[in-house]
Each structure stands twice: as C-alpha cells, then as structure tokens.
C-alpha cells in the first residue's frame, strides 16, 4: 500500500506539472481526474465494507484430543463491484492447530462466493482462537484501508486424552499399587504418631493402658492407619525450551500419563496427593473417583510456564513430606539435579517411580545412561513416557470423562 500512495502522488505531481507545460483542456480533466479518484476509490471501498457478508461454522466448542474439528467459512461479495483487495487474517493459535489454516488473500468477483473447509484431527490440548481474527479490504487503488474485527472471538476447549494404562502390557499402575500395599502391610495396620495426656471425649479404644499403668495416669495413643492407600505426585511445570510443536508434543504426553494414571488409582481407592508449584507451593489432595472430573479438568489446561527450578521445588516437598511415601515424579525434561533430588528423596525411604520424556543440561550422556541403569540398581522406577508407551501414539481416545 505505501508503493501504491508513492505512484499515486507522483502521478498526481506530474499532472499538475502537465498544466504548467500545456495549461489546455485535457492537462486539467487529466489533473483534476487523478486529484479526485481517491476520493472514488474510498466511496467504492466504504459500499464493499458494508456490504460484504461471511459466516463461520463450528461444529462445538469442546474436544478431545484426537477428535475431527469441522470449520467451515463461507464469503459472498453481494455487489457487482469487483473487490481485487480482500484479506481474511486467521487467529495464529487456529493456525497453529490446523494445518492448511492461514491468512488468505482474495479477489472476489461481482456477486461470488468463497468457502473455505477444514475438516482436520486436533493434535494438541489446550485453549485455542478459531477462526477470523480480522478481516481487511482495499480500495481499487490500495491507497485505503479498512479493517472489519470480529465481534466474537470463537474459543475451543481441547482436552488431554485418558490412556487405557489399566489394560496396557506394562501395568504401570498396578505393579506400583501393589509393591505400595505390600510395603504397608510390613508395616503394620497402624502406627503410633504420638502420645499424649487422657483429653475429655476421646475413645477407650485410643488408651495405652501399659504407659497408662506405668505413669499412674490415662494416656492417649494418636494413630494414622497404614493401610489406607496413598500416593504423593510431584508435578514438573517449569517452562521447556525448544521448538513449539516439540515442547507440545512433550507437554501432552506428560498430561495424558498423568490423568490417565490418576483415573486408575482414584478408581482403585487411591488417595491422591498432588504437589506442584503456581507462584507457591500448592498441595492438592484427591480422595476418590468423584474427585477425577476436578482433577482433569485442573489439568488439562494448565500451562507449563514456571520460572522456578524444580529442584528447589522438589527440595521443598522432600523437607515437608512424611517418610515412607510412595512418590511418582512427572518431569517432562530431566537433568543431573533432578536426578540428585530424586536420589535424595529415595535416602529418605521412599518408593519413587519417575516419569520422563526427554533429557536436557550440559551431563546428557551421564544423566541417559543413569536413568538406564543406576536408577534402577537403586530401586528407582524410570519410565520414559515415548519409548515405554509407544502403543498410546497416535491412538485415539476410549474413555469418557
């Protein structure tokens, strides 16, 4: 558009030096021709911005990842002008999540019609813009410009797949399951957490009757039962460098893992503790399967935007959480001071499964071969979520939420 008003000006200027050469009828029409068909031009450009019409078509609102998003965008020039300057801008999020979706520019025709169809898989979770973000159109001269804005901005919600993991070949969940009751049972059905004065109200039950004799006066026994089921989950979400559509890719598959896994214990009676940071140290503890919709929903879209260093976050959970926990770690990218976190939390005793996708940091080579080997000497699960679940790529997803 800036080469278009450069010419125009110099046409107009050779026009009015045309009249001081040859000051005749036709140096004047052609001058006073040129001087007023800008203002034609934005005339013709104001009926074409007010006139045009197009339609979007979104099939819904809310998907699963995997499922077909339908979009469907129709354009009719209802004028018999033609309109050699038409562009129609895609959000850049609907571009990056279909393929084939991008800015388009046209040339409409006296009364035609453009469509436009996508009918494509959705790759990747999360909250995206669909469809137009704006719609631009020139006048015939391209020395104008209007833009038409959308007056609804259209969101699509892309949910995170649930893994069938309960009927994979390596049974993830249930080996961990077991190996933590059976932990337990060793253990004992209860253990003593304190003991302290005889208070009004407390049961018989709770009485230890032999410290009770010893010291001449009724002491009370606090417990926690060990065979309720439990399990700590210590959640990475520190920004991951690297191209977009890996570091998605990376993302998901952490967030599937996550869920799915999450479904088959709370399903199983699990108790679920979450741990990860938002600006703190948040907690989250989910008691059973009417709890699964909250937890999905918490983490289907939850971004992997951190500035903070896992290891001190994992420093913090390791200080406040109680000995002897079973512990799953999900870190999409592992390095050689995650690894020396988790070799401290397993001095601390507990039993720690650790899932990874990929590893980063200057130690590459050291960090690989001791999740192939050291890890496991030590008792460490290592489970890389690509190469040791490779029969969930590009599977659809089977389970309702």
Not at 340 to 360: P, T
């Amino acid at each position: 558009m800036k080469k278009s008003r450069i010419v125009y000006l110099a046409i107009l200027f050779l026009s009015f030096v045309y009249i001081f050469i040859d000051g005749g009828f036709l140096p004047y029409t052609l001058f006073y021709v040129v001087l007023f068909l800008p203002f034609v031009s934005f005339t013709y450009l104001f009926i074409v911005y007010n006139t045009f019409t197009f339609s979007e078509r979104l099939d819904k609102r809310e998907y699963r990842k995997g499922e077909i998003l339908d979009y469907k965008l129709k354009i009719h020039n209802v004028t018999p002008l033609y309109i050699p300057y038409f562009t129609v801008y895609m959000h850049m999020e609907g571009q990056m999540l279909i393929s084939g979706m991008k800015t388009e520019h046209l040339v409409l025709k006296p009364f035609s019609r453009r469509e436009f169809h996508f009918s494509v898989p959705i790759l990747y979770r999360g909250r995206y813009k669909i469809g137009i973000s704006c719609i631009e159109i020139r006048d015939f001269l391209n020395l104008f410009s209007l833009k038409y804005k959308m007056g609804e901005t259209k969101f699509i919600r892309v949910f995170p797949r649930i893994l069938p993991l309960e009927e994979a070949k390596h049974q993830f969940a249930r080996v961990s399951e077991n190996e933590y009751l059976s932990r337990k049972k060793e253990m004992g059905h209860s253990e003593i957490d304190n003991i302290r004065d005889y208070m009004y109200g407390d049961s018989l039950k709770k009485i230890h009757w032999k410290l009770s004799s010893k010291f001449n006066k009724l002491m009370t026994k606090e417990t926690h039962s060990s065979s309720e089921k439990e399990f700590w989950i210590i959640i990475n979400f520190e920004e991951i460098p690297g191209e977009a559509e890996y570091v998605l890719k990376i993302e998901d598959r952490t967030i599937e893992v996550l869920v799915s896994l999450a479904r088959v214990f709370l399903s199983s009676g699990v108790v679920l503790k979450t741990c990860f940071f938002r600006k703190e140290q948040i907690t989250l503890t989910y008691q059973d399967m009417n709890a699964f919709n909250q937890l999905y929903e918490l983490f289907a879209f939850i971004p992997f935007d951190q500035k903070v260093s896992f290891n001190s976050v994992m420093d913090y959970f390791i200080e406040s959480m109680p000995e002897r926990q079973s512990v799953m770690v999900f870190s999409p990218m592992v390095n050689e001071s995650c690894l020396e976190s988790i070799a401290r939390m397993h001095a601390n005793g507990h039993n720690i499964s650790l899932f990874y996708c990929d590893v980063s940091g200057q130690m590459k080579q050291e960090v690989e071969k001791a999740l192939a080997e050291e890890l496991s000497e030590l008792g460490i699960r290592v489970v890389n979520m690509f190469e040791n679940m490779k029969e969930f790529d590009d599977m659809p997803d089977t389970k309702a939420v």
